[in-house]
């Protein structure tokens, strides 16, 4: 399948990049390494360990230096990003890691409401382990692999804690960024009173060589590793073959129908102010790709591209020849002068990466329950 064929390809390139660490083109830097090293001498001092993981890889994700370590009761696995997961699979990987005795919680950092209730949780574990341990501070370690939301969930922890706790005083951040191993330093939040509960963010950290090329893949696809590394031309056609295989594209359905005839009352209504200004809108930012009538357009190429494909999906030559017809068709959706040549082959790589990585292009879970 072309799926596979693009995941070793794209693996082996990351696999590779990862091997120039001695050379400075890798992804494990000196830094990586200095964070590595305080992680691992912080780890026996905490009450908790939170493993945070992307809820889209629930198994790619996990932080291999966690296995050096018997945390028993002391880890959760915390599985971020399920609003960009398929919410059917978070919860069979939470059945996996309970049958397997292991304690996980699904959350979304940017959402208030989830991390109340995360929060709750954690005060509960607190408390079971204060039965046993009477110390007045309890520290919790926020652990995983780069972009995995570590810095976003303290943050949001440390803002809903403080408010739950009426607690005045200028707010801390941990520095938060779409793009891997921007977190630099341990720092660390406080996200409880009575008793004191303290976060402590950490750096994003990978080990030094990765043997699996599909993990390394799906860590590239999902943004865990710098773009920069492997060629997003190849990353974007390896999301695609994701969206080919999956339902998801078929959600989009009215979206087409609609789009193609529109009733009378529409027409109408596109002289109202609201449209108007969405015109407007459209006139000064003909090409930004995050505006809903854009993402709308790609939603429908696609769709009609895969809904009328008469190939067989799990041929690699078919499944191939399908991926450039929606490549050559989103140029036109994201408004790319076809001109550009290889650079426009590159806008709607990027342009698509982006719409996946923020959920815009549907619900994905990259890895299977064993």
């Not at 960009?84 to 208030?112: P, R």
């Not at 891997?180 to 008793?195: A, F, N, Q, V, Y």
Request: some cysteine; proline content about 4%; charged content about 25%.
């Amino acid at each position: 399948m072309a799926t596979a064929t693009l995941a070793r390809q794209i693996g082996r390139v990351i696999s590779n990049a990862a091997r120039k660490k001695t050379s400075g083109g890798g992804w494990y830097s000196p830094h990586m390494a200095a964070a590595s090293r305080a992680i691992a001498e912080r780890i026996p001092l905490v009450d908790l360990v939170l493993e945070i993981r992307d809820a889209r890889i629930p198994l790619s994700s996990e932080c291999e230096q966690l296995m050096n370590h018997k945390l028993s009761s002391r880890r959760i696995i915390v599985l971020n990003k399920m609003d960009l997961a398929d919410c059917s699979q978070t919860k069979e990987w939470m059945s996996y890691f309970e049958q397997n005795n292991c304690i996980s919680y699904g959350v979304n950092a940017h959402n208030k409401k989830s991390i109340r209730q995360f929060l709750n949780f954690l005060q509960a574990q607190v408390k079971q382990l204060r039965r046993n341990n009477h110390s007045f501070t309890t520290t919790i370690l926020v652990v995983g692999i780069p972009n995995v939301g570590k810095s976003a969930l303290a943050n949001s922890l440390h803002q809903i804690g403080r408010i739950s706790a009426a607690e005045k005083g200028r707010l801390r951040h941990a520095t938060v960024s779409p793009h891997p191993g921007e977190t630099k330093d341990i720092s660390s939040l406080k996200i409880g009173s009575h008793p004191n509960i303290y976060v402590l963010d950490t750096p994003g950290i990978l080990p030094p060589e990765i043997s699996d090329v599909e993990v390394c893949s799906k860590l590239a696809l999902t943004g865990a590793v710098d773009d920069c590394l492997v060629r997003r031309e190849e990353l974007a056609q390896y999301f695609l073959t994701f969206l080919n295989l999956s339902d998801e594209y078929k959600k989009w359905s009215k979206l087409s129908k609609n789009e193609i005839v529109k009733p009378l009352a529409d027409h109408k209504a596109e002289r109202s102010s609201g449209v108007k200004m969405d015109a407007k809108r459209r006139r000064q930012y003909p090409t930004d790709h995050t505006q809903d009538f854009i993402v709308n357009d790609v939603r429908q190429t696609l769709f009609e591209k895969i809904s009328s494909f008469d190939g067989n999906m799990n041929d690699e030559s078919n499944l191939s020849t399908l991926i450039e017809e929606e490549i050559m068709a989103l140029k036109e959706a994201f408004r790319i002068p076809t001109d550009l040549n290889e650079d426009a082959r590159y806008k709607v790589a990027a342009k698509l990466l982006n719409l996946y990585r923020t959920g815009r292009l549907g619900h994905y879970t990259l890895d299977s329950v064993p």
